[in-house]
């Protein structure tokens, strides 16, 4: 996807599929950065040692956002943010709940809204997720939230994938929700090219 979305923006992008030990991969990631042609690196997730990679990446290079120093916002991150503020009506006196508040989305979106978050663990007895206008699920759990677990009307907002971490009978209660695939996915690819734009 992000792939094709580089040849229709006109952005040269190149894939490096390495099977190379950890210090070749450190070795091409100096290089990368040290490259005044190359405008940003991306790990794609899940990849082995990915955050010991991702530290090795230039702040100014991060275009995903994955560094804590990183001066782009997380292209996931942006996404949600995105969805939410451009659907008429959800932000309207909101309450809002991530559910996956251990992670690192989680975590940045919970700092980013001024939320509530809980963690999977914590949600089969929590009343939070009942009383929530809007539910961001960024667990990797799939068919983790049913329909005895929310409100009618609520949001559902679905950062799963490959697979939909709300169940077919928590969205049909849904005013609205970000499919998987094709919901939070392509927009955080969409996110992910503003931030190289506005890096340049």
Do not use: H, W
């Not at 914590?122 to 009383?131: I, N, Q, T």
């Not at 009307?153 to 929700?177: M, R, S």
């Amino acid at each position: 996807m992000k792939k094709r979305m580089a040849q229709r923006i006109g952005v040269e992008f190149e894939i490096l599929n390495f099977k190379f030990e950890i210090n070749e991969l450190k070795s091409k990631i100096q290089s990368l950065n040290d490259d005044p042609r190359v405008g940003g690196i991306v790990i794609q997730l899940s990849f082995p040692n990915s955050d010991e990679l991702i530290k090795l990446i230039d702040p100014k290079k991060d275009v995903d956002g994955l560094r804590e120093d990183s001066p782009f916002k997380p292209a996931v991150v942006r996404a949600v943010l995105e969805i939410l503020n451009n659907e008429s009506g959800i932000m309207n006196n909101a309450r809002i709940l991530v559910v996956g508040s251990k992670g690192f989305v989680g975590r940045r979106l919970i700092k980013e809204l001024g939320c509530e978050g809980i963690d999977k663990e914590d949600f089969p007895s929590s009343l939070k997720l009942r009383r929530a206008s809007v539910i961001i699920s960024c667990t990797g759990q799939a068919n983790l939230i049913d329909g005895s677990m929310v409100k009618n009307g609520f949001t559902a907002i679905d950062v799963g994938y490959p697979k939909p971490e709300f169940t077919p009978d928590a969205l049909a209660k849904a005013g609205f929700y970000t499919p998987v695939p094709g919901g939070v996915g392509p927009v955080t690819v969409a996110c992910l090219f503003a931030n190289l734009a506005e890096g340049v």
